[in-house]
């Protein structure tokens, strides 16, 4: 079965297939580097880490690019506000993005920055210029004039045939009411960063930048361009005319958006107090898995309902798989297979395949894995697992985790690096007691406990019991890593 998605260009769920066999050419917009990212942010960007992940396990060889805005009218009015140049006030967002990121567990698309195209964005608007789409301006500002482009509205299906031709508009965001011919470039005003190129001084505008860095790395035409719901419009409809009217070609075939993620029901915002940004919720005690998984629970196109309750049910969860995965590949069973759990293995894989390729079923494909988990304990329980039965339903955790991406338990290290920014930002006061303590037990990477066990258990078998409690003493004073005696051996947890 092949991957159908939601296209917002046809508002219908359509068949997945990219204009060249077995590559796919995807772009989506990324941060604007004004500030550190917030959870909605990083929803958007989970959401498109795990479509492009998908895509590779369904054998396409994926070119996916992401723009980082360092470069729009927040920015600008920030700098100048700091006395700093643009570089100097993006750098430092622009790097702790690049690690939430990574906390995450968001795999590194090619990067492309807006101030290192800005020779590109003078000549695309000169090219405008000269098909008579764009216009100057007395001050040396340039518009496109959508009565040029008839198609304008397309996208988000607004119908502006009635608008008035000439009216403008020049900041990067307005709502559709306001539709205006829009600011290209962006003259140069007093305080504020500008570039001299070919079509005089000024800036490019933030919609232009992304039609200008997709195409040079896509070409004219690409498979998909992503982004939250709110680009819709004006953002992706601005950049749909700008391309399409210089060259004459679909832009991007697919249009992928993702829904807003919504606090306890609420917009977020920073006056009603539920404003947070992913190193809030780490600050708090809590795990970067338990955060991806939370923001994977919910199919992308569903608005997602953060709340507290949801991401302690995300770390239950996290745990859960990565106990199953333990006691698998930890335990010892005896000859043979077990035709059930082989036959569990392969129906799981199939069904998360199905799920996601079912316009990426999230939540369907999780409810698979707990299936099996659930199925797979009970025959651990009563021990009807044998030997050739691990490695298949590993397998099938293994194909999970490709896209969902949080077995690896790195969360320690991760925690740490929160802490140690925290210290230097000045935000120790906001470090909480659990998050002290998660860092207190990190000290101890799982290869460090895993040593520790085996060696609290040979201790046990030769019967040394004083050495046995003395290693986990050592280790549960590292507060944060529980230790109990089963049947299977000795296992461990992190709280
Ligand atoms: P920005 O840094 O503001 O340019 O936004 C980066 C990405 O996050 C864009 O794709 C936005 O559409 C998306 N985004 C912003 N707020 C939310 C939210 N509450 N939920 C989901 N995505 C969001
Ligand atoms: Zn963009």
Request: hydrophobic letters at 40%; a negative charge.
């Amino acid at each position: 079965m092949a991957l159908r998605l939601y296209n917002t260009m046809s508002s219908q769920v359509e068949e997945f297939h990219p204009l060249r066999a077995h590559e796919v050419r995807m772009y989506a917009c990324g941060p604007t580097v004004y500030d550190y990212g917030h959870i909605g942010n990083f929803r958007t960007f989970v959401a498109v880490d795990m479509l492009q992940r998908f895509l590779r396990q369904s054998g396409y060889d994926v070119h996916y690019v992401m723009n980082i805005t360092d470069l729009d009218d927040k920015i600008i009015r920030n700098a100048a506000r700091d006395g700093v140049t643009v570089q100097q006030y993006t750098a430092k967002f622009e790097k702790a993005f690049l690690e939430d990121a990574g906390m995450l567990g968001i795999e590194r698309p090619k990067f492309v920055r807006a101030t290192e195209h800005i020779a590109q964005m003078a000549d695309f608007v000169a090219r405008l210029v000269e098909k008579g789409i764009a216009y100057r301006t007395d001050d040396g500002s340039y518009y496109f004039r959508i009565a040029k482009f008839p198609q304008y509205g397309k996208l988000s299906k607004k119908d502006f045939s009635g608008m008035l031709d000439g009216a403008r508009v020049d900041v990067d965001e307005y709502d559709k009411d306001s539709a205006r011919d829009f600011a290209l470039w962006k003259a140069p005003k007093a305080g504020e960063a500008s570039w001299d190129t070919s079509i005089g001084p000024g800036r490019p505008g933030w919609h232009l930048e992304c039609s200008v860095m997709s195409m040079q790395e896509l070409g004219e035409s690409f498979d998909l361009h992503a982004g939250g719901e709110d680009l819709v419009f004006p953002h992706h409809e601005n950049e749909i005319a700008q391309s399409e009217s210089l060259t004459g070609k679909t832009f991007a075939r697919f249009w992928f958006h993702v829904r807003f993620l919504l606090v306890e029901g609420e917009k977020m915002s920073k006056s009603a107090g539920n404003f947070y940004t992913l190193r809030d919720l780490v600050l708090k005690g809590y795990k970067p898995s338990s955060i991806r998984y939370l923001l994977t629970s919910v199919p992308y196109r569903n608005q997602l309902n953060f709340t507290f309750d949801g991401l302690k049910q995300a770390a239950v969860s996290v745990e859960r798989l990565r106990n199953f995965r333990q006691r698998l590949s930890a335990g010892s069973f005896a000859a043979g297979a077990n035709p059930e759990l082989q036959a569990l293995a392969g129906e799981t894989i199939g069904a998360i395949r199905a799920a996601l390729d079912d316009d990426l079923n999230t939540a369907q494909a999780q409810a698979a894995i707990f299936e099996m988990v659930r199925r797979a304990n009970s025959a651990l329980d009563a021990g009807r697992v044998r030997q050739d039965d691990a490695a298949p339903l590993l397998a099938a955790l293994e194909k999970f985790d490709e896209i969902f991406a949080v077995l690896q338990d790195d969360d320690g290290p991760k925690m740490k690096q929160v802490f140690d920014w925290a210290q230097t930002e000045g935000r120790g006061p906001d470090i909480s007691p659990e998050l002290r303590e998660a860092v207190q037990a990190g000290r101890f990477s799982d290869a460090d406990i895993e040593k520790k066990v085996a060696e609290m258990e040979a201790a046990r078998r030769a019967r040394d019991f004083k050495t046995s409690d003395s290693i986990r003493k050592e280790i549960q004073a590292a507060a944060g890593i529980i230790i109990e005696q089963t049947k299977d051996g000795i296992r461990w947890r992190r709280k």
